[in-house]
């Protein structure tokens, strides 16, 4: 679709009254303090690029490239102003007009490829468990990485042996009464890095009633791909998946991930497949979407077993900002987290700041999202916390690296893996 003609960026730009409260609610502006970090300053940035003021250039995308997408700007906007779609679109624009041999080979070839990410990220296990890892970091190797890379590669310190699809049946029979046939959308984040994530999620919702099919022909859901300049294959990925999904009779389509609900919301699907012949079925299929925590509570308003014994531990939560801004779920991971055994939740002082991780933007802007952390670490450990909880992969990534940079004694959780043993069976004896 032509830039131009790209609905927010049609309609939205003149929308702005440059009142600034964007400013006052942006974690990027906060550290950089320049009108051009600031979301209106990335509204007249595409304004300019789309009355030509501007040349798609990639000096542009590295201004528009700070901003994290986190959302947070469009969720405070009074204007109603969907600030991160005209930054995505404006970079899809500069990307065509600079297309690049590694975001070809990253972003098409890599990662539309589930079987090839995951044997990449196999090798990268390899490396870790060999020390070949260690040693490259210690033999100064690593510095020649492009970019952010250099110092980023230390946040992927702890990769798995195994997905999460490796340890998970394509089809779970409902334990008990059947309530529900439920899609698994299994991103990339949970099955290549929290792999426990998904045998935890398959083993409560079986447990609760659900017979849960994980389709072999998922792919990514195409957060990554926006996020840079991707859009193409994003659209792609997304009626891929949509065409899989909508195959199976599905009550409830089921993702454990903020990233992936999100991108897989009738808003994102708008955003992308809007207009276009799949677009229909684009929004049925958006319409049976929904956040795990959000179905645990409010379709199974499931009952947690009991158990007088359970060890008492302070829990805090952390709000993605891909439920928190973009869907408005809040209180359902804290309604979920309240009804675990022995779980006592205490607030932080800004949970809903973003933690500076946003898919690919601490691996590309490394300096910048580890001073969007170190702020949100601050927060977070002035709860005395245990444990530090949250819905997202990208988020657990983040705050692992958080907990592990200011050597905080607190483990990092999605709440499903607090809640699963109070069923009575180990995750790891789920699939096979």
Known sequence: MEFKKIPPVRDQIMKCVRCGKCRSVCPVFE???????????????????????????????????NCLLCETCSANCPSGIDVHELNAAARAYIYEQNPSTTKELVFDTLWTRPGLLRTSTRLMWGAQKTGLQKLARNLGLTKLLPGDLSRAEKILTSVPGRSGRSLIKEVNPAQGQKKFRVGYFLGCGTDLLHPNVARATVAVLTRNGCEVIVPQET??????????????????????????????????IVTDCASCSAALSHKNMQFLLGGLKIEDQAMAFSDRVMDLTKF???????????????????????????????????????????RIPGVELVEMSEANRCCGGSGTYSLTHYDLSMKILDRKMDSAMETGAQILATCCPSCMMQLQHGVNRHKWNCQVKHPIELLEPFYGKNPAEIGG
């Open 31 to 65: 550290e950089i303090r320049n009108e051009t970090a600031a979301p209106r300053g990335q509204v007249f940035m595409v304004q300019m690029l789309r009355d030509g003021k501007v040349k798609p250039e990639n000096k542009v995308n590295e201004r528009l490239t």
């Open 219 to 252: 792919r990514c859901c195409g957060q990554p791909h926006i996020a840079n300049g991707k859009l193409d294959t994003a659209r792609k990925l997304a009626a891929h998946n949509v065409k899989i999904f909508n195959s199976y009779d599905f009550d409830y």
């Open 296 to 338: 645990l509570v409010e379709v199974l308003d499931i009952k947690v077993p009991e158990d007088p014994a359970a060890d008492k531990v302070k829990v805090t939560y952390h709000d993605p900002c891909h439920l928190a801004n973009a869907q408005g779920i809040k209180k359902q991971p804290r309604e979920l987290l309240n």
